[in-house]
């Protein structure tokens, strides 16, 4: 499809696609998920010219619309299994992590997430035989707790395990991590991932993993205070939509992370509910709740999926990488 630019749109003009430019919406598709009134304060518009800019944004930009129910099915005889090395774990999950669905990994500080999250960037490269997909993977980092020396550790983990010389440097350049530095970025971030993975379909190693590592605490930081709840779920919820869509176009897996809280917060709620709550609940497909326990263990519960049945499974962070306890 050829590219769309912001002052073809009816209703824009060069101020106003200059406006939205310096304010984050540097794609069609950005506006098109926008709200009017989101846009009119960040164009300096009124929010019915906002909703008629939309409107015509959602016209020209490949969003999305309906598929049949025979389409949603050839789609779905695709759904690959990404293994996570340890059998337990795999079993769970029906065999792996879904692609074309987004899988949550929620827990406290040092459970593992970040941990869970980097074993499958390596995994993914792997051809099918071994548990892989034989694809590449982005990385949105918004914490900075991207380590390619733990990429590392865990390469030379698996050639351990299956006695093949794997090279650490391959398995690094075929992850592309981009730092994001605050929210509206995290989510601008999606478009330009759907752009690599364009451009990388054709390739020896197409994009067949998405992490977000967290997905929340951005919007944890930038919008405290009840007043801002509705504001911050709404914008989490078209971050997850873009997620979703990320999965489905690509047949990739898609990773979030999420920080909870051992003590109470006055303004997230509940401390054992992952920040998010709701909307993160009715979006992820599955939802995986990390716990540490004795040692290097660490037990993995999945909650409320949609196909499988509720378990637990153990495994172990170790060196190397995860492995069964
Ligand atoms: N090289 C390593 N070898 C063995 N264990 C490691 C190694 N690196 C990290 N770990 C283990 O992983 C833990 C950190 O886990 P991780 O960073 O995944 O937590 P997290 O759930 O992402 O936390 P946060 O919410 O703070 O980001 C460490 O406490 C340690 O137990």
Redesign the pocket.
Known sequence: MPEVLLEDLDHVGPATAQKLMESGFTTVEAIAVSSPAELATAADIGESTAAKIIMAARQSADIGGFETGDMVMERRKLVGKLSTGCIEFNEMMGGGIDTQAITE?Y???????????HQLAVNVQLPPEQGGLDGSVIIIDT?N?FRPE?IK?MVDGLSEKYGVEYDHEEFLKNIRVARAFNSNHQILLVDSALELANELKNSEKPVRLLIV??LTAHFRAEYIGRGTLADRQQKLNKHLHGLQRFGDLNNASVIV?N?VMSKPDAFFGDPTKPIGGHIVGHTATFRLY?RKSKG?KRIVRLVDSPNLPDGEAIIS???PGLRDP
């Open positions: 990994l827990g406290e500080f040092g459970s593992g997430k970040t941990q869970v999250a914490e707790t733990r550790q590592d967290s992370t920080q990390l290097d962070v170790t060196t």
